[in-house]
């Protein structure tokens, strides 16, 4: 085995690019062990052109030659919208973990997060800007619901039967991508590798010599961008999904205003600082990342229980925050949880 590997080692090259120009907002980086640069360089492109397909499915802003989620907001009161397969299966999926999570995971979000992007939008760029008030916040949860949304998987329609609901699958979309990226990959012959589209990550097997991949969660501590408060190894076929405060927010009032939004209080999920999915499946990595945010310690363990699937999860809480479980470590001023012992 030792031998085969070292004369692998030898054929194959490592080889590493990134782009900015695949969609998703967000740089995404491929590494692959090839037999050449432009076996790598070939593949590199089929990549980037799948994360694009999948980027203007999924975008929920623009318009593009395809029917797509933006497609089916702008429809929506009016007519059914005739749409790729993929964005049918991506919604169904989104629906059955819903349903799962009493509605914790919700893509039918859309008009409450709308209201939340436009004031992080506002604050980012420096514009006067006023938070959501509860009146608002609960109007538009009112077109909120899987009620409002019509699946036709055998005439491959969605449609929103309430002119005021919209669809947001940001929480899943990215996942879901990189999930699909890997699985060509794989079909492609590649065995050796990772995917990393802006934190939603993807491994391919080991390193060419039989070590492991690692990897870190970045520490939530504003002042430390950049440094991993934790390190580990990745197993083969893992995906690898963080969701925290201190990926998209401004601060307002001394408080964090985050992304994350709590379907069942209307405004940003204050439990732990970030929580980390390690599962086979990136698309349910990334769901559940999200999930889970909004979950409480106990709420989100029992919920992975019953899923019944092989999943780690990592939370990390503030040292102020209260929770359910004593089985912690203590590490550069956060309470650190798994559901697997941590090395």
């Excluded at 991993?228 to 009032?253: C, M, P, W």
């Excluded at 709590?262 to 999915?277: E, F, G, M, N």
Aim: a negative charge.
């Amino acid at each position: 085995m030792f031998s085969a590997r070292r004369l692998l080692a030898k054929r194959k090259k490592n080889f590493q690019a990134s782009t900015l120009t695949a969609g998703f907002d967000t740089v995404i980086t491929l590494q692959l062990y090839a037999d050449s640069q432009e076996a790598f360089n070939e593949e590199f492109q089929k990549v980037e052109n799948l994360f694009y397909y999948y980027h203007t499915l999924f975008d929920k802003y623009h318009l593009y030659e395809k029917n797509n989620i933006k497609t089916i907001n702008d429809a929506a009161g009016k007519q059914p919208v005739q749409v790729d397969q993929e964005l049918i299966d991506l919604l169904l999926i989104a629906k059955k973990y819903s349903e799962l999570s009493n509605h914790q995971f919700d893509v039918t979000l859309g008009p409450v997060l709308e209201l939340w992007h436009d004031v992080r939008e506002k604050a980012e760029n420096q514009e006067p800007y006023a938070l959501p008030s509860s009146f608002e916040l609960q109007k538009a949860s009112l077109c909120t619901g899987w009620d409002k949304v019509d699946i036709d998987d055998d005439n491959n329609t969605v449609y929103l039967n309430t002119p005021c609901a919209s669809l947001d699958v940001g929480a899943i979309a990215k996942g879901y991508a990189t999930q699909k990226v890997k699985d060509m990959l794989i079909q492609d012959g590649y065995t050796n590798g990772f995917i990393n589209a802006g934190g939603n990550v993807q491994i391919l097997g080991s390193k060419i010599n039989g070590d492991p991949w690692k990897t870190g969660i970045q520490s939530p501590d504003p002042t430390k961008q950049g440094h991993s408060i934790l390190q580990f190894e990745l197993k083969d076929a893992t995906a690898f999904v963080t969701s925290g405060d201190y990926q998209r927010y401004f601060i307002h009032n001394d408080q964090i205003i985050h992304h994350i939004i709590d379907p069942d209080t209307l405004y940003p999920a204050r439990h732990a600082k970030s929580v980390t999915i390690l599962c086979e499946d990136g698309t349910i990595a990334d769901i559940l990342s999200t999930t889970l945010y909004t979950m409480t310690y106990q709420e989100g363990k029992d919920f992975i229980n019953q899923l019944n699937m092989e999943i780690q999860v990592i939370w990390i809480y503030d040292k102020t925050d209260e929770i359910e479980n004593e089985d912690y470590i203590e590490k550069e001023g956060f309470y650190i949880l798994s559901t697997k012992d941590l090395q």
